[in-house]
């Protein structure tokens, strides 16, 4: 970011926010531009301040410190890379914090997770319930004082939910259910075929109609964050790889580039631009496996076999890289895992002119189908204004008209030397979220074929690395198939991280839907829900 505008941040952090205490930190090692102490009383005003701004909430957490709780807001420009760290300090014996949520409605969800992770109550939440584990859960995971349940408790808590379960199944419901006889409730999931992954949303309908749906998640919780904790950095690497288990080589990327600023660690050049291209190529792979479950879930078999055949292909390419198809743990701190085979750069060849005919059939098969485009268009439509509200990221809010790309907002590796462009929609329905995610299979193919013949010679290791990550805070974020995937690091110098926040695309996008639904018929609610494109395993972490 330009000193001018760095200037004009502080000034106005200073003057119009009124922070009680401001540092700035150096973006390039830490990843944050300025960290902000604010008052309690304040955080609301200043949120708006933010929101006024142009920017917008990115991630949310907290952190167990000895003395108290730190509450965590990062900021960021929707523009242009202006992170800005806001800091609340909330004592543990009061372990009470304003919510945030009546102004910034991504704050919903993130105030439930660390309510239920941290046992921070947020005064004026509306709906302060838990998240992801289950609602009888009366453990706070991520206290520093967590160890593991205790002996016993397993059978305990299994107990609670099923006596749970015998019960009435209206009693969870709104009392609303109560007031409208022609009303109703329809749990769509958790074990429905088009929820891609064990999620639940509870329509309210009259009759086929949506009045809106409530989506319920947690039941693939397995809680990386707190494995982080108790393993080294080393050891790390395995759970990213299992989060967005078909976007997996975005978060070796993402967890890669983190350490490695830290650290103040280059890689070769060999090595960024190996990281690319299989970033790329596994980028293509999760759009087309999106494309033809989505298509299929609106009775569309045709393309899901195209699509599936294209997959596979590239799948070997990837397999003979990495040694695996799915849950790639292939990059390594200052470098890969190992070398390009000899055979990769001709296998990738001969597949991209199949695949840029391929690319032409699906636009006749699908783009100008007369009945896809009718089924889609106007439909599940998202504002720029609601979007950003709910810190919506990749190809779902660049459908609502926001050119917010981690690759072109906060260049990283080779990006800002490659010619690539941000595909956007203006219209913000299922048909746009369609089209620009096609387009960006065009552009990643096009990023892939800038490479191939400027592959340089050299090693693939920075060589011998510093054991320990220095004391301090970080942040890092990469643009997934989905959307922006950051992580927030705070190391205290020792060999395992203390704390490790997953800001993950699908969690705030899912959020959003319930500005989607209202108005839909049932049958449409799968063709919105695809049209987002979630991973489940990365929503519940």
């Not at 109560?178 to 929820?195: A, I, M, R, W």
């Not at 080294?232 to 976007?247: E, H, I, M, S």
């Not at 296998?347 to 032409?360: G, T």
């Not at 219209?427 to 096009?446: M, N, P, T, W």
Request: aromatic share 10%; glycine share 6%; charged share 25%.
């Amino acid at each position: 970011m330009p000193a001018v505008i760095e200037t004009r941040i502080k000034d106005w952090l200073l003057s119009t926010v009124k922070v009680d205490e401001l540092t700035e930190k150096d973006p390039k090692i830490s990843g944050i531009h300025f960290e902000a102490v604010v008052a309690q009383s304040k955080i609301i005003e200043v949120t708006r301040e933010f929101l006024a701004q142009e920017y917008f909430l990115e991630s949310l957490t907290a952190v167990d410190f000895i003395e108290c709780f730190e509450v965590v807001y990062h900021f960021n420009r929707r523009d242009s890379h202006a992170r800005v760290a806001v800091k609340l300090l909330v004592a543990k014996d009061g372990n009470h914090a304003p919510s945030i949520s009546s102004v910034c409605k991504a704050a919903n969800w993130y105030e439930r997770e660390i309510h239920e992770m941290f046992g921070i109550a947020f005064e004026g939440h509306p709906n302060l319930k838990n998240l992801l584990l289950p609602e009888s859960s009366t453990i706070h995971p991520l206290l520093k004082s967590f160890k593991g349940e205790p002996k016993g408790s397993d059978v305990e808590q299994s107990l609670k939910l099923i006596a749970e379960d015998a019960k009435d199944f209206d009693v969870s419901y709104p009392k609303s259910i109560t007031q409208h006889e022609k009303d109703y409730y329809l749990n769509l999931g958790p074990q429905h075929p088009s929820t891609h992954g064990v999620l639940r949303v509870l329509l309210h309908l009259n009759g086929e109609r949506v009045i809106d749906g409530e989506p319920i998640i947690g039941y693939s919780h397995r809680h990386h964050e707190k494995m982080m904790e108790i393993q080294n950095y080393l050891a790390c690497w395995p759970n990213f790889g299992r989060l967005d288990y078909v976007g997996a080589m975005s978060y070796n990327f993402g967890y890669a580039l983190l350490v490695e600023k830290a650290m103040s660690v280059v890689p070769p050049p060999r090595v960024e631009t190996i990281r690319v291209i299989t970033t790329e190529l596994n980028r293509i792979t999760s759009h087309l496996l999106w494309l033809g479950t989505f298509l299929m879930d609106l009775g569309a078999m045709t393309p899901f076999f195209y699509c599936f055949d294209d997959r596979e292909k590239i799948l070997d390419i990837l397999e003979m890289v990495t040694g695996e198809r799915l849950t790639y743990d292939y990059f390594r701190f200052g470098g890969v895992d190992h070398d390009f085979p000899e055979e990769t750069v001709p296998a990738i060849k001969k597949f991209i002119p199949d695949f840029k005919k391929r690319l032409r059939d699906y636009d006749k098969l699908i783009t100008r189908n007369v009945i896809f485009r009718r089924r889609v268009h106007g439909m599940g439509v998202l504002s720029k204004e609601a979007a950003l509200q709910y810190g919506v990221t990749g190809p779902s809010l660049r459908g609502s008209g926001v050119a917010l790309d981690e690759r072109r907002r906060d260049p990283y590796s080779l990006y800002p030397q490659l010619d690539f462009k941000v595909p956007t929609r203006s219209d913000g329905d299922v048909f746009a979220r369609y089209e620009v995610r096609l387009e960006e299979i065009q552009e990643s193919l096009k990023i892939i074929v800038q490479l191939l013949d400027k592959i340089p010679a050299g090693p693939i290791t920075a060589g011998k690395l510093p054991k320990n990550l220095p004391k301090g805070e970080y942040y890092s974020a990469v643009e997934s198939p989905r959307g922006t995937f950051g992580i927030y690091l705070v190391s205290d110098g020792s060999l395992n991280p203390y704390r490790m926040k997953l800001r993950t695309p699908s969690f705030s996008n899912l959020n959003s839907i319930v500005e989607m639904l209202p108005g839909c018929f049932v049958s449409d609610v799968v063709a919105v829900l695809g049209s987002i494109d979630i991973v489940l395993p990365e929503i519940d972490r």
